[in-house]
């Protein structure tokens, strides 16, 4: 890869990546084809909030099948208000962090949503058929549910009456990449990422899912921010 100006030595907030030239190639060789870049080719940085005693949770940790990353805003909103309620705040903090996703199963940063379809092209539309029912309750608050374009009282029953109507179903993305099951097959496949967009508090934004924390370089604490 070629190193030469203009090959970025600055981030997407203008900071500079590292301090010599060296370093600048060394990160390049680490995150070469990542997708999680900017407009001018600058890596994006990216931010993810976290809560819980500093000896007894490492960075970069998550009950969920995947780590979430997002804008600054929405870091420092959750790691203030988790979504776990009742859940004790202890060193709320937030981290900024570089990631590299070579291979993300969706890369739509304007779409909260992933099709069935997608998903049938690359795990089979068994699989596909099994995880529209596993997340029924979210299939069926989409638009077409939502404005009586399909009546069926379950994912089953409209499958069953229209075996082709798959084509039409899609689902919100982010209860897919929480479920560790379904992010370990994604994995599999061959996937270490997403990238779409985000839903709920952070509507509007993009959200950017790790599928293993090896791939986020770079992190430092932007501080405790209790």
């Known amino acids: ?21 060296a370093e600048v190639s060394a990160f390049w060789d680490w995150f070469a084809r990542s997708v999680t870049i900017d407009s001018y080719g600058r890596p994006m940085v990216v931010y993810r909030g976290e809560y819980g005693e500093l000896d007894r949770v490492p960075v970069l940790s998550t009950r969920l ?18 979504n776990r309620a009742g859940d004790a705040l202890p060193c709320p903090r937030v981290h ?3 990631l590299a996703i070579r291979t993300p199963i969706v890369n739509q940063p304007d ?17 596909a058929v099994r995880i529209a029912t596993k997340f029924a309750m979210w299939v069926m608050q989409t638009s077409p549910w939502a404005n009586g374009e399909i009546r069926a009282r379950s994912v089953e029953e409209f499958l069953d009456a229209d075996p082709r109507g798959l084509e039409r179903l899609y689902v919100q993305a982010f209860p897919l990449f929480d479920d ?14 997403a990238i779409y967009g985000g839903a709920g508090a952070n509507a509007g934004e993009i959200e950017y ?16 921010v209790a």
């Open 111 to 127: 779409d909260p949503f992933i099709e069935l379809t997608t998903l049938g092209t690359v795990l089979g539309r068994d699989n």
């Open 209 to 224: 899912r790790l599928f293993d924390a090896t791939a986020a370089g770079r992190v430092r604490s932007v501080g405790n």
């Open 65 to 82: 099948g995947s780590l979430s990353f997002g804008d600054r805003e929405t870091a420092l909103s959750y790691a203030h208000h988790p």
């Open 96 to 98: 900024a962090a570089y």
């Open 180 to 193: 560790p099951e379904e992010v370990a097959r994604l994995k599999d496949a061959g996937f270490d990422g």
């Open 1 to 21: 890869m070629d190193r030469s100006p203009p090959f970025p030595g600055v981030d997407s907030e203008g900071a500079p990546i590292a301090e010599t030239e």
